[in-house]
């Protein structure tokens, strides 16, 4: 099984640091979710995971960060907290189709 055409990866990098999250989303409407704050957030993303790469960087395993990296990276671990603080400024990968393995074998619908 491999991500949808319409899903790509949507990468956080935290200011002042080497650290990357990401998540699974669907660009175009992200970008109307930018702009308009009333379409729900569930819209905008394949899961409610939120992913790491376990090396940083774009290659590698990627793993589930602690809610104690989430809290010092976001100041908060509620996880839609985040992952709107993430779409806001986030930078949308435009590859698309391209899976990603993860330490638990599973990744937003993704299994290695």
Known sequence: ??????????????????????????????KKWRKDKTIPIAECIEAY????????????????PSKWKLENAFGTSEIEDVISIMLEAAMINETRGKGIATTDGFCGGVHK
């Open 49 to 64: 995971d939120i992913f790491e790469t376990v090396a940083g960087g774009n290659e590698g395993l990627a793993g589930r």
């Open 1 to 30: 099984m491999s991500i949808s055409q319409d899903t790509t990866r949507i990468i956080y990098k935290v200011p002042n640091s080497r650290e990357e999250y990401f998540v699974f989303g669907y660009p175009e409407t992200i």
